[in-house]
Every structure is written in structure tokens, then in C-alpha cells.
């Protein structure tokens, strides 16, 4: 019933299922001009599915039926775009393992999170924010099963495989000093075939009173896409921090060239709370077939394990 007049419980349902059912299938209308708010909304985009069971509830609670139908609208545009990713298949056939983890550069027991990431028994580990005080811990435990290793600035790359053609990748936005290196490019000798490694990690972002502050990260993006563009391997890995998810238009001059998995979200950021998997592993010509969140280590992110079938 209205009181005094007002909107009554059906109007008020409807709106919100309708304005939840909008904002999931409309999301690239949403303007970035003013605080980047469409990547702010990409990121978390598949917790707009919350608003479902939330006004289902109310929705029960003062018996609007007209209501609990409407959640029928935001509920099926959530099947139709995160269905695939939420009723995961079982896993099919992969040739490598990779996993990827930024290990924070305030790590108190890098040691620990090493053999964390050995205990995954992934042929390629990769890190980001690796200072070099951490670099003989990682060493020490990887180095014996992964004898091979690539290190350029605060990334790096240990493989049970050979590399070659190790080159670093400069992706620093305009303004930032030399002295920013994150990312590097390897040639990995895998079982299935040779495949192209990209261990990256783009610029934070974050977020203030005016919004997203991300115009570093998408630059360095861009940065990358155009090497992702001209580079000639027929396969080719991009692991890594890309602080964005695959939804956020910001990276898409990257991630538009590149195939995301078809299931898990994987949530690794925050790692006390993971609300978003910014944290990557993506192919061209190589498909990742799974991708999952591991547990916590000393970081302030999750790692996050790929498996990849090399075509």
C-alpha cells in the first residue's frame, strides 16, 4: 500500500530490478568522462546480481508479486552474461600450468609464499612487486625445480622450461621515471609448443572523491596492446597485476586482443576480501581453459593459477 500518496512497494521494486537489469546489459553506456565512472562500474560488475536476491527478498517480505517478478528481468541478464563463469564445467585438457601473484613489496615471509607457489606445481610462476631483498628468497626455493628465470625491474618469470629472446617491456606511462619497470617477455619452450610470456603489472589506481584515478594504468594498457598487436608469436601468454578487471573498458586496448577464461571469477583483490579478480592470466592462440584463486599468503592479493591449452 502507498502511504500518503507516494510510490508503492511495486513501483519501488520494479524501478530497482529494472535500474539493476539497465546498468548490467547497458554498463558501456555508463559515461567515463566524470571520475571514470564506467570502469568503476565494470569492476564490480557481477556483484550487481546481489541486487536479485536482495529485492526478492523485500519483495516477499511486503508480498509484492508484482516485484518478485520484476527480479525475474536483472536475474536473466545475469545468466545470460556471467552463467558461463559462475556454472563452471570440469576442467578439459591443458598442456601448461602458470601462476601468477603479486607478492607485495612489504611481504614479511617471501619464503613462505615461494613455497606456497612451488606447492602449486605450475611450470611457470610469475611475480610482481619482487624487490630486491625478496629476490634471493624466491631464488632459493624456486630455483632448484625451476631452474630458469627472468627478472626485470619489479616482475619476474621462473620456469621449469627453457626461455629465450628474455627482452624487457617498456610500458611506462608520460612522466614516470626509468626507474619504473614492470614488465618483461620471454619465449617459453613448453611440452605443447613455444609460447610468447608477457609478465606485467600496471600502474594502480585509486579511488578518491573525484572518482577513478586510472589514466596511468589505461595508458600503460595501451602501451602493452600496441606490443601485443605487433608482437608475431602465434601464441602468447599476458600474466600478471593489471589492477582492472577484463570487464573495465580502461584495458580494453589490451584485453580486446586477448581471450579471458570462460570459467571462474577468481576473485584475488582484496585477499582479506576478494571482490575482483584484477589479477590475469590471458591468451592469444594459447586458451586458458580454467583459472582459480588460490589461498592467501603474505600478500595483500591471492594468486591465481591458469591452465592453458597451447593450439
Given amino acids: 500500500m502507498a502511504v500518503g500518496g507516494g510510490p508503492s ?50 519483495a516477499l517480505i511486503v508480498r509484492s508479486w508484482v516485484g518478485l517478478l520484476a527480479c525475474l528481468a536483472p536475474g536473466a541478464v545475469w545468466l545470460w552474461m556471467f552463467g558461463g563463469v559462475w ?6 585438457p591443458y598442456d601448461l600450468t602458470v601462476v601468477q601473484h603479486n607478492v607485495a613489496d612489504d611481504n614479511a615471509d617471501p619464503a613462505g609464499t615461494a613455497r606456497a607457489l612451488l606447492a602449486t606445481r605450475a611450470g611457470l610462476i610469475a611475480v610482481e612487486e619482487l624487490t630486491p631483498a625478496a629476490q634471493p628468497a624466491y631464488q632459493g626455493v624456486l630455483g632448484a625445480s625451476h631452474p630458469r628465470r627472468a627478472v626485470h625491474g619489479t616482475v619476474g618469470l621462473w620456469s621449469a622450461y627453457p626461455l629465450s629472446d628474455v627482452r624487457p617491456v617498456d610500458i611506462r606511462p608520460e612522466g614516470f ?26 600502474p594502480s589506481v585509486r579511488l578518491g572523491p573525484t572518482g577513478l584515478a586510472s589514466a596511468a ?13 605487433a608482437d608475431p608469436a602465434g601464441r602468447l601468454l599476458v600474466v600478471g597485476d593489471l589492477n582492472g578487471t577484463v570487464q573495465d ?30 589479477d590475469q592470466v590471458l591468451g592469444r592462440g594459447a586458451e586458458v581453459t580454467e583459472v582459480s584463486a588460490l589461498e592467501a599468503t603474505g600478500s595483500d592479493h591471492l594468486p591465481v593459477l591458469g591452465r592453458v591449452l597451447l593450439r
Avoid at 13 to 18: K, M, N, P, Y
Avoid at 217 to 229: N, V
Fill in 9 to 58: 512497494w511495486d513501483t519501488w521494486l520494479v524501478s530497482g530490478a529494472c535500474g539493476a537489469a539497465g546498468l548490467l546489459a547497458l554498463h558501456s553506456a555508463v559515461p567515463n568522462g566524470i571520475g571514470r565512472l564506467g570502469s568503476l562500474l565494470e569492476t564490480f560488475l557481477p556483484w550487481l546480481g546481489v541486487a536479485v536476491p536482495v529485492l526478492g527478498c523485500i
Fill in 87 to 92: 556454472f563452471s564445467s570440469s576442467p578439459g
Fill in 177 to 202: 621515471p626509468a626507474s619504473w619497470r614492470r614488465a618483461l617477455r620471454a619465449t617459453v619452450s613448453a611440452p605443447g609448443g613455444r609460447v610468447a610470456v608477457y609478465v606485467v603489472h600496471l
Fill in 217 to 229: 594504468r589505461d595508458e600503460s594498457a595501451a602501451l602493452l596492446g600496441a606490443r601485443i598487436a
Fill in 249 to 278: 573498458r580502461g584495458l580494453a586496448p589490451l584485453t580486446s586482443r586477448l581471450h579471458a577464461p570462460p570459467t571462474g571469477f577468481a576473485f584475488s583483490w582484496p585477499a582479506g576480501l576478494p571482490v575482483a579478480r584484477i
